[in-house]
């Protein structure tokens, strides 16, 4: 069927909508009428190509909501007219990463995906002139339908608003992750969260709910730190003005925070969170840093028992994980409207695009399917 969804061709090129040919879904496949889609800095990274060479051409976006269309031969957990939230790492259940419980991590999706493929390693998506496109983080929806593995469909509550379940399936699942399955935060702890765009809001609504105290977020952007006290912070440090924001962290947590959460994705702002944590500390780095560029901490710290980590989508299982999310959110437990600053049509993708960029607000929405997406 044709669709219009947006292309990227080349990162030295805007983003562009673009008329393309989807094929039906295959054995053990999803077809998903996108009615919402978040833009996430993941996007920009690629778009940017700093994903890596070889990640073009690609119908992207990753952060979505929908329902099901028609699903594809094996599809049981699924049917038409159920609501899903999209995501990006289908795990295979059946590769040594899996086995192992850590689905986020797994290989079949790592060496397909890499690809822009599908788990059998091919795509549904091909331009007009039937030059194959790659499906971006498998899930490429920022598009009127996609087609997805059936473990990137996962059936969510219909009363949750579709414009908001979008959020789900990126920044919430691996906001909430990094706090709950990495960190494992305990009440009373102190979290640092640095960057408070889309993913970074997440971080402090899960720190919030886990009982940490204090929660300090920092930001240079006045706008995302007002945000993030709405969010739960219970202190903000404007780092375009503070000359030290790792004094000023370890001034408000009596010598460092238990766990400093970096979510931007840079060298400088990896040794802020390094910074930041008390003898004992983790620093967990959640920001998606560019291909080919290395951070460096004075080593000589390590001897104070501090722990630099990295995590991944969540770092547990992001599908079995989606339905609790939703159920939090459809509780009013976890506030996702409050973390959307923009909405707006497919077609203002690079716009949103151009927004993350600059810095500017938390998470645009794009509503491919405004009376689908149930918004106003
Ligand atoms: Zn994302
Ligand atoms: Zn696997």
């Known amino acids: 069927?044709?669709?219009?969804?947006?292309?990227?061709?080349?990162?030295?090129?805007?983003?562009?909508?673009?008329?393309?040919?989807?094929?039906?879904?295959?054995?053990?496949?999803?077809?998903?009428?996108?009615?919402?889609?978040?833009?996430?800095?993941?996007?920009?990274?690629?778009?940017?190509?700093?994903?890596?060479?070889?990640?073009?051409?690609?119908?992207?976006?990753?952060?979505?909501?929908?329902?099901?269309?028609?699903?594809?031969?094996?599809?049981?957990?699924?049917?038409?007219?159920?609501?899903?939230?999209?995501?990006?790492?289908?795990?295979?259940?059946s590769c040594r990463y899996c086995l192992a419980g850590k689905p986020n991590l797994c290989e079949t999706v790592a060496e397909h995906g890499a690809r822009g493929m599908l788990m059998d390693g091919t795509s549904r998506l091909r331009l007009p002139d039937g030059t194959t496109l790659q499906h971006g983080l498998r899930t490429a929806c920022f598009a009127e339908r996609t087609v997805v593995a059936a473990g990137g469909a996962v059936r969510i509550p219909a009363e949750l608003p579709l414009w908001q379940a979008a959020l789900l399936g990126c920044g919430v699942v691996t906001g909430m992750g990094?706090?709950?399955?990495?960190?494992?935060?305990?009440?009373?702890?102190?979290?640092?969260?640095?960057?408070?765009?889309?993913?970074?809001?997440?971080?402090?609504?899960?720190?919030r709910l886990a009982g940490a105290d204090p929660i300090i977020a920092v930001d240079r952007v006045p706008e995302k730190l007002e945000l993030a006290r709405a969010q739960g912070a219970t202190h903000a440090v404007d780092?375009?003005?503070?000359?030290?924001?790792?004094?000023?962290?370890?001034?408000?947590?009596?010598?460092?925070?238990?766990?400093?959460?970096?979510?931007?994705?840079?060298?400088?702002?990896?040794?802020?969170?390094?910074?930041?944590?008390?003898?004992?500390?983790?620093?967990?780095?959640?920001?998606?840093?560019?291909?080919?560029?290395?951070?460096?901490?004075?080593?000589?710290?390590?001897?104070?028992?501090?722990?630099?980590?990295?995590?991944?989508?969540?770092?547990?299982?992001?599908?079995?994980?989606?339905?609790?999310?939703?159920?939090?959110?459809?509780s009013g437990e976890l506030d996702l409207a409050g973390v959307i600053t923009h909405v707006d049509g497919l077609e203002g993708v690079e716009a949103a695009l151009d927004r993350l960029r600059r810095g500017e607000g938390a998470r645009t929405v794009l509503l491919v399917d405004r009376a689908l997406a149930g918004y106003d």
């Open 1 to 93: 069927m044709r669709i219009r969804a947006a292309v990227l061709r080349h990162p030295s090129k805007p983003v562009e909508i673009e008329e393309v040919e989807l094929d039906p879904p295959k054995v053990g496949e999803v077809l998903v009428r996108v009615a919402a889609v978040g833009v996430c800095h993941s996007d920009v990274r690629h778009a940017d190509g700093d994903l890596g060479p070889g990640r073009w051409p690609a119908v992207i976006g990753h952060e979505g909501a929908g329902v099901v269309e028609s699903v594809g031969e094996g599809v049981t957990h699924v049917a038409p007219g159920d609501h899903v939230a999209l995501c990006f790492v289908p795990a295979c259940r």
């Open 178 to 207: 990094a706090v709950r399955n990495v960190a494992r935060v305990q009440p009373g702890q102190s979290v640092a969260v640095l960057g408070c765009g889309g993913v970074g809001l997440q971080v402090i609504a899960a720190a």
């Open 239 to 330: 780092a375009a003005e503070d000359v030290s924001p790792a004094s000023s962290i370890r001034q408000l947590s009596d010598g460092g925070v238990d766990y400093a959460f970096e979510v931007i994705g840079r060298p400088e702002t990896i040794r802020l969170a390094w910074d930041a944590i008390r003898p004992g500390g983790t620093a967990v780095v959640v920001g998606l840093v560019p291909d080919g560029v290395e951070a460096t901490v004075p080593a000589v710290e390590f001897l104070s028992d501090k722990s630099l980590v990295g995590t991944y989508y969540g770092s547990g299982d992001p599908a079995a994980e989606l339905p609790g999310l939703a159920a939090l959110a459809l």
